[in-house]
């Protein structure tokens, strides 16, 4: 089950500091149950904003973080992967 979703910024150490924590979003939080943690680039989103900034390896500067239980069906999410070609990306 999905419970929390946040926004990182590359370019914000704060924000860093909350992806990379032990809790997510939460430098310092005293960790209490197993997490999962996935995140992805905002690009479209960006790009979308009109952002269009990148670092010096081309990433763009927010990602996705979505955070979750384990072992918790949820339906109606639903998580589509799809693998691109360097040309496409």
Do not use: K
């Not at 995140?39 to 960006?46: F, H, K, L, M, V």
């Not at 979505?66 to 109606?76: D, L, M, S, W």
């Amino acid at each position: 089950m999905i419970t929390a979703t946040r926004q990182t910024s590359f370019r914000s150490g704060r924000s860093l500091a909350g992806q990379r924590a032990e809790v997510p979003g939460q430098p310092g939080g005293e960790p209490t149950r197993a997490v999962l943690t996935l995140s992805t680039c905002a690009t479209p989103e960006g790009g979308a904003a009109g952002d269009f900034r990148r670092d010096g390896l081309g990433n763009p500067e927010h990602r996705i973080d979505e955070a979750g239980v384990p072992g918790v069906f949820c339906p109606g999410r639903l998580w589509t992967v799809r693998y691109v070609s360097a040309e496409e990306s």
